[in-house]
């Protein structure tokens, strides 16, 4: 099936908020209000910078991966990460009994799909959990199109895509799974179907630090927790990581200074540099 995505806003937001820049400005609000428990189900290369970036824009990081301890969480976190970058068979089994936990506590869960579409087990474990209906899915052009059964030119975790030829594959996964679909890039999409935004915020150089993607998925999840509109979380997510890597950038010109650059400016974002920097659309 071909789904086509229109450019166009066809859908009300959940809330009378004038604009998709103030949902961002209203959902980091709500996230620092709240400090969402965010239960990250990750991979072994990016757990420091995952937790430190949830720190940082004022979530509460969690990495349970013991598979009767993850099912047990579900009680206690607010949202889940579920990440397939380092997959193995103990991670995947933990997976299988912590997603149907968060399910059946009405809690959100999200698909980060590395390198899905380059690799056998991991696309097919995808295919398999995304039955249990994702909030939000998070990846790159390749990921998403390779999740969404088509080829791809993906290349481990490096996308070989635009995210605007993945516009199409978003679509029809959120026609199968109800996800909204955040696909990230040099301009960053997120569509529930209907509706469809854009970030055209970022540097090259958040591509030169391991785990800032990785990290951007666990911020989705902590913005699920409080944003009843997935769309609206799935902006947030893109426009925060967005903004303060392309302000981090500016003063840090190497790929060690621009980490710590940014978790430092993850930190000190807020409602008015969103609304002088952010280029949503």
């Not at 420091?48 to 993850?70: K, Q, R, Y």
């Not at 998070?138 to 490096?158: K, M, P, V, Y």
């Not at 785990?211 to 913005?223: I, K």
């Amino acid at each position: 099936m071909k789904t086509t995505i229109t450019t166009a806003n066809t859908g009300a937001a959940s809330n009378n908020s004038p604009s998709p820049i103030e949902d961002v400005v209203l959902a980091l609000e709500r996230l620092r209000a709240r400090c969402p428990l965010t239960h990250c189900m990750t991979n072994e290369v990016v757990k420091d910078i995952t937790a430190n970036v949830l720190l940082a824009v004022g979530a509460s990081p969690a990495m349970v991966e013991h598979a009767e301890e993850a099912q047990e969480f579900a009680t206690m976190a607010d949202a889940l990460l579920v990440n397939l970058g380092t997959l193995d068979d103990v991670q995947m089994e933990a997976m299988r009994r912590a997603i149907p936990a968060y399910q059946r506590a009405g809690k959100p869960w999200v698909l980060d799909p590395v390198a899905v579409g380059a690799l056998g087990v991991r696309t097919r474990f995808a295919r398999e959990i995304i039955a249990h209906r994702p909030a939000l899915i998070r990846g790159n052009a390749s990921e998403i199109i390779g999740l969404c059964g088509r080829a791809s030119r993906g290349r481990g975790a490096d996308s070989g895509d635009s995210a605007e030829e993945a516009l199409d594959a978003a679509g029809e996964l959120t026609a199968r799974t109800g996800a909204v679909v955040l696909v990230t890039g040099a301009v960053d999409y997120a569509t529930d179907g209907a509706r469809v935004r854009s970030c055209a915020n970022g540097h090259a150089l958040m591509t030169r630090v391991t785990g800032v993607g990785c990290a951007q998925g666990a911020l989705a999840a902590a913005f699920a927790a409080v944003c009843e509109d997935r769309l609206e979380a799935a902006l947030a997510t893109a426009a925060v990581m967005a903004v303060a890597g392309e302000i981090a950038a500016a003063r840090a010109a190497h790929p060690g200074s621009f980490r710590v650059a940014l978790l430092d400016e993850l930190s000190r974002i807020d409602g008015e540099i969103l609304r002088q920097r952010a280029r949503i659309a």
